[in-house]
């Protein structure tokens, strides 16, 4: 499986996301390959930082990648591209490369109405490889309406990219075990943060 996680806008959480499910990929026993599309390099520098050789990372900023990840496949079936900020042909071409398309947004309106760029990007690029979309809601804060505001407004786009319920919130957990190398459900193994990346890990798995 292939997923690109996403948006033409920077900020948006995609790799805390991307690092995290590569995680649970690798305790699932995944072969887990990290390509890191942003000249930032976040991706690589978290595989740095960990200890465990389970999840292998590559920086690739290539408006190739679409036709490159063909010689990724046959050594992993875990394949996670953390696509940088932007829309240029890089970001095009992790979107065409992709089975699954995940687009995080924050909870407010500049990011509601910022996702219509990501929007028409993988509307554009669907038709000639029929990847899956989702969106998902990244740090939210608990106890907020406006959460449920930008559900209602990112539901314009439901026929495209549909959003998924599950959310995922405003933890300290998600940062600190960043800097350890670690996941949140190795970092904090019964914590909220966990469980949502477990839940949505799970959530990933269906769509497959």
């Known amino acids: 499986m292939i997923i690109t996680i996403g948006n033409t806008k920077g900020g948006v959480g995609k790799t805390t996301i991307a690092i995290n499910l590569a995680v649970e ?13 942003d000249p930032q390099g976040s991706s ?10 389970d999840i292998k990372a590559v920086a690739l ?10 010689g990724f496949i046959t050594a992993f079936n875990f394949i996670i ?3 940088g900020g932007r829309d240029n042909a890089v970001f095009r071409s992790a979107v065409a490369a992709c089975d699954l398309f995940l687009l995080p947004v924050l909870p407010s309106q500049f990011d509601v ?13 669907q038709p000639f490889n029929e990847m899956k979309g989702r969106m998902i809601l990244n740090m939210v804060r608990p106890n907020t309406n406006v959460s449920d505001e ?4 990112l539901s314009v786009y439901e026929d495209d990219i549909p959003l998924l ?33 477990e839940t949505l890990y799970k959530v990933i798995k269906k769509l497959s």
């Open 44 to 53: 690589v520098a978290f595989r740095s930082e960990r200890e465990k050789d």
């Open 113 to 125: 109405w910022a996702a219509e760029d990501a929007v028409n990007v993988f509307k554009e690029i």
């Open 81 to 83: 591209i953390d696509a």
């Open 150 to 153: 930008a559900q209602d407004a």
């Open 61 to 70: 900023v290539s408006d190739k990648l679409h036709k490159d990840i063909k």
């Open 165 to 197: 319920p599950e959310r995922l919130h405003n933890r300290v957990a998600y940062k600190t075990s960043v800097s350890t190398g670690q996941g949140v459900t190795e970092y904090e193994p019964a914590g909220k943060a966990a469980l949502e990346i």
């Open 25 to 37: 990929a690798a305790k699932d026993g995944k072969n887990v390959l990290l390509i890191d599309t």
